[in-house]
Nanobody, 124 residues
Framework: QVQLVESGGGLVQAGGSLRLSCAASKGILRSYIMGWFRQAPGKEREFVGGISRNGDIADYVDSVKGRFTISRDNANNLVYLQMNNLKAEDTAVYYC?????????????????WGQGTQVTVSS
């Protein structure tokens, strides 16, 4: 297990941007695929975006494609989620997670490490 801490959430107007950060307790270079998930009240936790171990491949849920970008800085044990053109529907608690699997995974049940979450609220 790797300890993860998310930050960067907040209240933003629709159309605005936020940059979420995830700090890991140990090195992640070629060790973990990383994913961002979100959970809105009354809904299941859903996959938002994932990134391969070396950062060369990214995957996104259709609803955020073209608006969100996931990136990683393995040397500094950081993962980011840049969120642009935010919509009210993006309001949720956002979680960073890590998996020891070799390729990007969308199922949250396959991720073994989770951060505490950071709240993103988009007002319309």
């Amino acid at each position: 297990q790797v300890q993860l801490v998310e930050s960067g959430g907040g209240l933003v107007q629709a159309g605005g941007s936020l940059r979420l950060s995830c700090a890991a307790s140990k090195g992640i270079l070629r060790s973990y695929i990383m994913g961002w998930f979100r959970q809105a009240p009354g809904k299941e936790r859903e996959f938002v975006g994932g990134i391969s171990r070396n950062g060369d491949i990214a995957d996104y849920v259709d609803s955020v494609k073209g608006r969100f970008t996931i990136s990683r800085d393995n040397a500094n044990n950081l993962v980011y989620l840049q969120m642009n053109n935010l919509k009210a529907e993006d309001t949720a608690v956002y979680y960073c997670s890590a998996s020891s699997l070799l390729w990007i995974e969308r199922d949250p049940r396959r991720f073994g490490s989770w951060g505490q979450g950071t709240q993103v609220t988009v007002s319309s």
